[in-house]
């Protein structure tokens, strides 16, 4: 039987991509598309790549067109959600991109977003150890961050196992479409391409408390999370460069042990064989993580490094794996492993 | 049932995407892969951004690993099929994605490829008048150049309808993976981020004798083409500009309608809104070429516009196309009109 | 002894790029910086890369801050240089990198930009016949839009030697920072990777006019134009690639030798040796514009290529070049022809 | 009075930098360019943005070409300094672009190269403490690595002043044109376009032990490294986020007065103003590195980030600053510190 599906905001990036999966699904059936400034632009012209919807028109984002559907996605700028999801009703599967719903911690939420707290829901990232349970028939999904889910993919074996020290130091680099479609001049082509450039630098990046929300969870004690987001002259892609220093006694035997224990059963998440490390590049438009760890002797730390598309595994992927999750539909069902190379 | 494919040359770009579209195609079973100087070779390691099929091993091109299948994909190096298709055998389906059977004056093949020519089988681009017909049921399949599918896709509605003198001139841009995955210095990506740049100018290139093969067919009488490839710096997508001095008497409604009227049944060639250009970023991994055409009064001229993957619509993706006509299948089967953007 | 140089209009790309070449030239001194919205702004933030000018502050563009120079350049939106350039005098030297002035035709000027023409000052492309003498002590230079520079420069020795017909076809690519640093949604970084896209097809962009009157002058009859621009992958460059039909009797032995015969004195206009072909990353920040030509015998065309960077010699570098010739300095002063590659 | 200088291996990367740079020094000349399988080659051809040098033809490198100059850089593959530099007597001034004389430890060298040690020379980053010292009036240097010096230029104030502890992680993002012209499949730009990934990790770069030198001889104990590098899809640029934990005590106003004070007289070592983070795009082409410091309470690190450009600051200017001082002319000569934006 077909799930029935609206995307609200559907001219952006992340609801672009929502529909990009959705459009390959078997079981989805792809209702209202609703946008707010673009509200009434046909989505031809908003998403040229989307051809089979080329002739679906934006409607306002609202109850009148999210209402009748088994699933909505809300791919809103953050603190839109909670008054659009309240409109809906129990009974309809609620898969917010956005961050509203994160957070545990209202006084984390408050302090790195300035709004009051909306609340949790049910995190999507089935990986993470309880999340598939707690995803399965739930009506609300908090889709996470797309550095969190890099991050979380390359570390929680790591603090899983307790081989390392609750002191992590990430950089990773995001592709432009992370920042979103707001036209800024910082994201202009003309300033991007050529360009290596670091920002929210020193912790005030919103995903950290995700990350240290996701890592004390898995470690059991609280993880400090040093980290460092860069951008990078690409449109898609996260690379997340994650180490901490190794506990006493642990070698490169027990360190790809506990990974290879870790991710054997994930669909999507993908140990390399040694030797080879993840690039962006092999992830382009797949759900895939691709991770690969190793552990220096010398400097005394592990080092543990994903590739995820940000869009994909990162954003509407996870989403769209988590409503299979919380449907009952088999988790990969519609999702590529496949990239688009080169 | 299944239609048990294998690939030749699968280490390659052309190999790769005919994978990446076989792995979503609903009949099609992946059977051998094969390889020159990369037989031996994981294909998680030639190809990593083919994850399902990571753990497969490239066997030595040739009878031994190619028998048995009802498809065979040759995408090697021009003036290598020949010797490998008459190995094979009358019954199985074998579709080149090379050059070596495209054109049907030998001359012309002398001239630009410096060999013997090795016969004319019926060529890939369903599109064009007459070619549908000529690939049903045929067990071999010519597929285009990715220059070629571009041009005679933007300009044959044109020549069809009589409404353009015969002389075509065409400038393209062509993303890099044209060039192929042999390692050269001026396809270095220190070389090519930043540049644009010509070559084969002046009627230089092999694609040359394609395209007036394609156009004086549908014209009915010989068409001269002025062709100027250049190098885009991105991975994929080729833009063809392509105009001809309008016939006397010939209106922009005129050409309107004879676009619409060729092309409104054609699944993979849409003709856009007036008033939208195709992009190379629409239709990135899709199948789909868009086309726009504008009549300039003031310089006489049919300006037609297309944008195609040239690693899909331009090779792979024709190529799964024609198999899809050849075998009796729905000609769209398995073929993405999505894109990936941004 | 010093020239003393404002800039209005500093924080654009334009007026940077004016900026860094006068931080090289031996006899400019860099006196006011101007702009609108970013008056009080620190250069250091706006501009980055001009390190030694970090801590320089802009002033509201106006005769306040403008007065007292020797020389002004305008880096303004197109039609605020008439009122600006009125303020200032008649003995200072302005250049105007704005197309207000550009145009001898009026009526081309209000069809193609829709307000009342401002006038017409002496062209600054010093390279076509007889443009450098007018601008010999001129206090007037209207520097030329970026796609007339590339395109004049690669056709007009064809037409001053009568080689080809008036009909000229042109597709030419550019970099993104063509289209300035306003941001728009279309000129994301995001939507730029990856995209090769014509804007303005069929005679609508604006550097149409001025291109039919540099060919028209140097021919010597009516030029038509075709012009079709394009936006490129990458910051800056534009490739020109222009053709038009040989003349009866033409052959390539003449056409070399014209090209030869019309560039062999020009500092910063450069015909390649046979068989190397332009590439705008060969011309990345240097003030060279480089040529090459072809004669293509089946065609029946002469195609000429020109690379140049769209902000040097195609804006700033032709407007310094301009201020060389008119002040009397040696026409080369201070400008680079090396590029910076890879 | 002109300085003489050759450039062996003038058609590599390196080699092409140092000879840009050259052609804007005052005092350069510009004497003999040497190749390997490039011998006999013009210039025009090999590196085509250097114009001004288009009609030269490399010599065979040996002493032939290399004797009777004054200078002699040398921008050879690891392993093949020494030699030449042994023909070129103990007068000429040479400066080695390459890694073999930059380590003072033999057994270091022999691990990390697997050859025997040539040696140890004065090493050309004159903003360590010391080095400038060393540098005057010796006739040989030892350019840094492109990642040691972005890392020692980022890190060093931190050391020299106390702050941080002996064991600094440090993820870099390097432009392609630091894994030089020599071309190989993973560097073609269908594969880096679109691509982050991670190279050497868990300590096998070569740039490691250089690293841990220079930071232990400022902190004055054995400092451990950590370092990630990076391929960036960009042709130049490096990034570098290094960090290390605080020291007790250590507040944000101690670590910005200890990079100020480290950093106020350097030419080109510029500290941005708070809250402005260094880019690549700022430094593109250009001499100067920028530097940006933070202190992260919640994570107890300092985080100090540099951007240069790792063919100017990183190789080529590095080597010609360090020329400067060696020869006892203005240390910032013919150097810019202004980049090429956008």
Redo the contacts between chains.
């Keep these: 039987m077909a799930v029935r599906v609206a995307v609200a905001g559907a001219s952006g990036?992340a609801g672009?991509e929502v529909l990009?999966l959705l459009?390959?699904h078997p079981r989805a059936e792809i209702g209202a598309l609703t946008g707010n400034s673009n509200a009434g632009g046909?989505l031809?012209?908003l998403?040229?790549?989307?051809?089979?919807l080329?002739d679906r028109v934006l409607e306002p984002t609202g109850p009148e067109a999210l209402a009748g559907h088994d699933v909505v996605f809300l791919a809103l700028p953050h603190g839109q959600s909670a008054a659009v999801a309240e409109q809906l009703g129990d009974e309809v599967l609620i898969i917010d991109c956005g961050a509203d719903f994160r957070l545990e911690d209202a006084g984390e939420w408050e302090r790195f977003y300035g709004s009051p707290h909306a609340g949790t829901w049910p995190y999507g990232l089935p990986e993470l150890p309880g999340a598939r349970a707690a995803l399965e028939g739930s009506k609300r999904v908090a889709v996470p961050g797309c550095y969190p889910t890099a991050v979380s993919l390359a570390l929680f074996p790591a603090y899983a196992a307790g081989l390392v020290e609750p002191?992590a130091?990430i950089?990773a680099?995001s592709?432009?479409?992370g920042?979103g479609?707001a036209?800024?001049?910082h994201?202009?082509?003309?300033?991007?391409?050529?360009?290596?450039?670091?920002?929210g630098?020193?912790?005030g990046h919103r995903h950290t408390p995700e990350m240290i929300q996701n890592l004390s969870a898995v470690a059991g004690e609280p993880v400090?999370?040093?980290?460092?987001p860069?951008l990078?002259?690409?449109?898609?892609?996260i690379?997340a460069?994650c180490?901490a220093?190794a506990r006493p006694g642990v070698t490169a035997e027990a360190v790809r042990a506990a990974y290879e224990k870790a991710l054997q059963d994930e669909p999507f998440v993908?140990l390399?064989?040694e030797g080879?490390?993840?690039?962006?590049?092999?992830?382009?438009?797949?759900n895939?993580a691709?991770i690969?760890v190793?552990?220096?002797?010398?400097?005394?730390?592990v080092?543990a490094?994903s590739?995820i598309d940000n869009l994909t595994k990162g954003t509407a992927g996870g989403a769209v794996q988590s409503m299979n999750v919380a449907l009952g539909l088999p988790e990969g069902l519609g999702l590529?492993?496949?990239?688009?190379?080169?």
Tied chains: 1, 2, 3, 4.
């Excluded at 994201?187 to 920002?199: F, I, K, N, Q, T």
């Excluded at 400090?224 to 460092?228: E, G, L, P």
């Excluded at 990078?232 to 892609?237: D, Q």
């Excluded at 690039?279 to 797949?286: F, K, L, P």
């Design positions: 990036y672009g990009r459009l390959a046909r031809g012209a998403q040229p790549h989307l051809l089979p080329a002191e130091v950089v680099a592709g432009t479409s920042a479609k036209p800024k001049p994201l202009l082509g003309s300033e991007v391409m050529g360009a290596m450039s670091p920002y630098v020193g912790g400090s999370v040093s980290f460092t860069t990078a002259p690409m449109p898609r892609g690379l460069t180490s220093k993908h390399l064989p080879q490390w993840p690039s962006t590049a092999a992830v382009y438009g797949s895939a691709l690969q190793a552990h220096d002797p010398a400097a005394g730390r080092i490094i590739a590529p492993t496949t990239g688009i190379a080169p």
